[in-house]
């Protein structure tokens, strides 16, 4: 029986296809990325120069990505499409597609190198330890099933709850996540909900086995702006709170600074900048984070906002 | 659409078997060795040199009344799939396009003639009309014609919803131009599958039929009459049905593995499968400098 | 533009006539018994050559005003002038006679779909063309020479929209609302579903059109690409618009309260938005 947490992580690495092979057309680029892993202690993820490649094409698509995460800290990745970015993530959730593969470096959960694990030990890991949010959410829901027992579903399998106990549980979750009727919700249908909703269950469901690493893959991508608000807002409550850590990526620079406290800047696979947001932001060092921050004031809102003065940290 | 479904072998097989049934049914009297109406002085004899599927109960040639008789169950059953595409594929594209008053009659229509058994309906069309297998046929097309009213409208109302078929309106398209440029090409594929799967109930029909004696007079050679006065006979020749009953499966067969193709090919798989072959060809027209003719695949 | 704007509403010294003049519209989705409003009364006037964007949340009724303005969904009160016609009461037939003069073009947000899967490109870009009943040749010199203007390479035109990235797809289709020299472009979500990249690329297309003298709609949820586009910006919340103006006031000194929550919810690099508290006053305050 697989729970619904390794339905969505399944059904995920379809979707990811498209842009792996868009990204094997992009000719590789030379300029090595300055990867300089930042030393802290107990990291519940840690990166460490990960390669991935496309086994098919016989090419490298990641090269080299470094960072560390622990309990509480925010890292943000930004890129545009075919960047490596979402790559790097399913690596670290172990679903890379068919015909990838890590190909250098090792990437650590909670400890545990996960170049070793087993199929069963991953089973265990993904959802408990590390769990993720994609853009979709409707697609990652059975439209069929009522929403509640969806996240009970994963409450049985994950924590062994009983049905009772899963139930009061799953109702607990939709009020963590801030929707306003939780009992209702718990017995709707996914068609019947907004997407900012679907999008705060399928957090739930995310959070459901209690996590310590939660990565949100363009999670409010798709969504209205005052709904992405509350869902940044919900994910920094729950990182604040609970202690949870985050990957966020997102292609928009102004998401993941609003969130996270370091940033990696990718692009065709390099990590072409990295370090603490407020450095990255007002002291870029590459042309890209430069042509980014660009694209920002000349096609953004930042066009009529004045930025504020900048505090030094 | 012809040079997909070459390229698969299912496809290459299910048209080879076909243009082979073509071929009897076009030339099948002129091949026929002997008379298939002359009686014989050996009635029920063996595969010989002579007779090379042996004689019926009349002695007559088998190899000669099958050879003949294919035109009547071919040509049979095309008319009965290309009546009822006629009558049902037209009217289910326009249904989406015509309007609402069209949609409702032309549904309650299709609904009115799938509630008639047509094995039925076609003899008591023959008893009325006299014995023609034309008429039965034509009935039985038309009674068939909702399969394909309802393919034509399925695969329309996919595509009448479609940015790009509302783009062409916002363009000033008519309706025409709009089935023409797009529908068209959306609703082939599937009609094409039910096409073929017709063509093989066709022969069904027009088997049972004239295995009950319908459609077709007596002497008249037909596989469904052979294979019904074969079959009186089964403890004489228990190999004898074979022949005709072989050939029935097999065109059904075939029909059913063309229309198999055919739905491979098209639609999202086919454009993909497609689109392969045509990647490659340019990432090979990309390595080797010589320009190669750009293949019109569309 | 190669050639310039149609003779019509351009006579030297008057205001030039505004090329799309929607007033009072209103539109009901729904069965008549149980109607839903879309649009309550809503009056907007695009100049030639301005850049008008209109933003809001999903149903807000943006695509709705986009489809009257368009005729695909009618009316159920106010008039809507195109280009000095008054549309309000036309047909099927009358719409497209209007439609083939290629006069205002659409662009759909789904660069995916809105491409025909089995057409090639220099196909898709050729039919508004070929409906309005130019030649072939004509048809493919124009196309070519439209390809060019979104900075695509003519290797493109016998390729399926398959074999096209995202981004190409949505220039293909900004080319194909082009190619009639339209004097004024509705666009439904451009941008939506494209990356920074290829976001900044159709922007900067966009903003070439504008200076060629091209009335554009630009309609989006994201704030920052209406602001780095639009002259004036036109705030929809329920099927009413509660605020228009230019784009530096809309955005800077927002006044409507619908309008301050939009921008105080957007993330921008320097400043941090809204927090929990504020928006839900300002939701208060829209709710009162």
């Known amino acids: ?307 504020a003065p900048e505090e030094d940290a | 659409m012809v040079r997909r479904v070459l390229s698969l072998a299912t496809g290459r097989i299910a048209l080879a078997v076909l243009t082979v049934i073509a071929v009897l049914a076009l030339f099948g009297p002129l091949l026929a060795p002997q008379n298939p109406l002359a009686t014989g002085d050996h009635p029920l004899a063996a595969a010989s040199g002579a007779h090379w599927l042996g004689t019926d109960y009349l002695g007559r040639d088998v190899l000669s009344r099958l050879l003949d008789g294919s035109r009547v169950s071919v040509l049979g059953s095309l008319e009965v799939a290309f009546t009822a595409l006629a009558i049902g594929a037209v009217p289910g594209i326009l249904s989406v396009h015509l309007g609402r008053v069209f949609e409702w009659v032309t549904l309650r229509l299709a609904d009115t003639l799938v509630a008639l058994p047509f094995l039925l309906f076609a003899v008591a069309v023959i008893a009325l009309l006299g014995n023609g297998l034309s008429q039965a046929m034509l009935v039985t097309g038309a009674l068939v014609s909702p399969l394909f009213y309802r393919v034509a409208r399925a695969a329309t109302l996919a595509v009448a919803r479609s940015p790009y078929v509302e783009a062409a309106i916002v363009s000033g398209a008519s309706i025409g131009w709009v089935v023409r440029r797009h529908v068209w090409a959306k609703v082939l594929p599937p009609i094409a599958v039910a096409l073929a799967q017709t063509v093989g109930v066709g022969f069904v029909i027009v088997s049972s039929l004239t295995f009950l004696g319908i459609g077709v007079q007596p002497p008249a050679p037909t596989w469904g009459g052979l294979l019904a006065s074969d079959l009186g006979y089964l403890s004489h020749q228990p190999w004898a049905p074979l022949a005709p009953a072989l050939l029935i499966m097999v065109t059904v067969w075939a029909c059913n593995l063309l229309a198999d193709a055919i739905r491979d090919v098209s639609g999202e798989a086919g454009r993909a499968l497609v689109n392969t072959r045509k990647a490659r060809a340019n990432r090979r027209r990309e390595a080797d400098p010589a320009p190669a003719p750009a293949g019109g695949v569309r | 533009m190669s050639t310039g704007p149609a003779p019509k509403a351009t006579t030297p010294g008057e205001p030039a006539k505004p090329v799309l003049e929607v007033k009072d519209l209103q539109v009901h989705y729904g069965t008549p018994r149980r109607r839903r409003p879309a649009l309550r009364g809503v009056s907007l006037s695009v100049a030639p050559g301005e850049t008008v964007g209109i933003i809001g949340e999903t149903g807000s009724g943006k695509s709705t005003f986009a489809r009257a303005a368009l005729g695909l969904v009618r009316a159920s009160a106010g008039s809507v002038v195109v280009d000095g016609e008054d549309v309000s009461a036309y047909g099927a037939r009358q719409w497209r006679a209007l439609r083939r003069r290629g006069v205002i073009q659409y662009v759909f947000q789904d660069p995916l779909r809105s491409l025909d899967p089995d057409l090639t490109i220099e196909a898709s870009l050729a039919e508004p063309l070929l409906v309005r009943g130019d030649s072939r040749e004509e048809a493919a010199r124009r196309v070519r020479a439209f390809l060019a203007r979104v900075h695509l390479s003519e290797d493109l035109l016998d390729r399926l929209p398959g074999e096209l990235s995202g981004g190409q797809r949505q220039r293909v289709a900004v080319a194909r609302a082009l190619v009639t020299e339209p004097r004024l472009v509705i666009l439904d979500e451009p941008v939506s579903a494209l990356d920074s990249a290829n976001r900044v690329q159709i922007l900067r297309i966009l903003e070439e059109l504008r200076d060629d003298g091209v009335a554009l709609v630009f309609i989006s949820h994201d704030l920052g690409s209406v602001a780095g586009i639009a002259d004036r910006i036109a705030v929809l919340y329920q099927g009413e618009l509660v605020e228009v103006g230019a784009a530096g006031d809309v955005i800077g000194r927002p006044r409507h309260p619908y309008t301050r929550l939009l921008v105080r919810s957007a993330p921008t690099l320097h400043s941090a938005p809204a927090d929990r508290a504020e928006r839900a006053a300002l939701r208060a305050l829209l709710n009162a």
């Not at chain 1, 490649?53 to 499409?81: K, M, Y």
């Not at chain 1, 999670?219 to 202690?243: N, S, W």
């Open chain 1, 1 to 307: 029986m697989t729970t619904l947490s390794e339905k969505i992580l399944t059904e995920a690495e379809s979707e990811i296809e498209s842009e792996a092979e868009s990204q094997a057309e992009i000719e590789e680029s030379t300029e090595p990325g300055p990867g300089h892993p930042a030393e802290q202690p107990s990291p519940v993820l840690a990166v460490r120069d990960v390669r991935i490649s496309d086994r098919a094409g016989d090419r490298e698509i990641v090269h080299g990505v470094s960072f560390t995460l622990t309990p509480g800290s925010a890292v943000g990745i930004v890129g545009e499409s075919g960047s490596g970015k979402t790559l790097t993530c399913r690596a670290a959730l172990g679903i890379l597609p068919a015909h990838f593969e890590i190909t250098g470096g090792s990437v650590e959960i909670d400890g545990n190198d996960i170049a070793g694990l087993s199929p069963t030990r991953w089973t265990d890991l993904r959802g408990a330890t590390i769990s993720a949010v994609f853009q979709d959410p409707a697609s990652y829901l059975n439209p069929s099933i009522r929403v509640g027992a969806q996240i009970a579903e994963v409450l049985r399998v994950k924590k062994g709850l009983k049905r009772r106990a899963a139930h009061r549980r799953a109702i607990e979750l939709l009020r963590v996540v801030h929707l306003r009727d939780p009992e209702l919700v718990h017995a709707q249908y996914p068609h019947e909900l907004s997407g900012g909703m679907l999008q705060r269950v399928l957090i739930a469901v995310a959070i459901a086995a209690g996590p310590r690493i939660l990565i949100a893959d363009e999670a409010t991508t798709a969504l209205d702006v005052t709904v992405q608000a509350e869902i940044l807002d919900l994910l920094a409550d729950l990182r604040e709170r609970t202690g949870l850590a985050l990957v966020v990526v997102s292609h928009d620079l102004a998401v993941v600074a609003q969130l996270c406290d370091e940033v990696l800047v990718m692009r065709r696979g390099e990590v072409v900048e990295q370090g603490p947001t407020r450095d990255v932001l007002h002291h870029p060092r590459h042309e890209y984070t430069r042509l980014l921050i660009a694209e920002h004031e000349q096609y953004g809102l930042e066009k009529f906002l004045a930025p």
